[in-house]
């Protein structure tokens, strides 16, 4: 079954998160986030993805994003943990948004992008050992194997769950927002 035809069977629920810097109180945090929403929607807002969720889902998840530093070390890796996270979304083809304060010296605050629920619903779509069938994960188990020998020695199985989950950028969130804390 292909990406198209799960969305039609049902329609995902879609959610959009941000990244805030971790130094902002709560009130701000709300702010910049707001602002960067409001960009999000100048840049996407005829995208079928985005009126999606106005029109039926409109929830907010709001990740503590860390620091905010737009220096670059000596390989030209961003200082900042939530500028490292805009650079990993622009790097794997995520649509997002960012919004940079201009009261704190144009600072980046908040990044923001859409998911659909195959990123955060485990149940429905569960992690890929969790995808195997139970003679797979005692295998797993009993060999210890590392998620990338798992996904080598159940590579057609692997194929899969790669689609079912709605492809390798699915994948990338689903790290991505793996283990975050709310803002």
Request: glycine share 4%; hydrophobic share 35%.
């Given at each position: 079954m292909d990406e198209e035809k799960i969305k039609e069977e049902k329609q995902l629920e879609l959610r959009m998160y941000f990244f805030v810097a971790q130094n902002l109180s709560s009130i701000c945090t709300g702010i910049q986030s707001g602002h960067c929403s409001l960009q999000y929607a100048y840049l996407y807002g005829q995208d079928q993805e985005f009126i999606d969720f106005l029109q039926q889902h409109k929830t907010w998840i709001?990740?503590?994003?860390?620091?905010?530093?737009?220096?670059?070390d000596f390989e030209d890796k961003p200082l900042g943990t939530l500028n490292q996270i805009g650079d990993a979304l622009a790097e794997n083809?995520?649509?997002?948004?960012?919004?940079?304060?201009?009261?704190?010296?144009?600072?980046?605050?908040?990044?923001?992008?859409?998911?659909?629920?195959?990123?955060?619903?485990?149940?429905?779509?569960p992690d890929f050992k969790d995808f195997l069938s139970g003679t797979c994960k005692s295998y797993i188990e009993a060999n210890n194997l590392t998620y990338d020998e798992m996904k080598e020695v159940y590579h057609t199985d692997y194929k899969e769950w790669v689609r079912f989950i709605g492809g390798v950028k699915n994948i990338f969130l689903r790290e991505l927002l793996k283990d975050k804390r709310l803002a």
């Open positions: 709001i990740l503590n994003g860390g620091t905010t530093n737009d220096e670059r083809d995520i649509k997002f948004s960012y919004f940079r304060e201009p009261d704190l010296n144009h600072a980046l605050t908040a990044l923001c992008f859409i998911v659909d629920e195959r990123v955060f619903n485990k149940k429905n779509f």
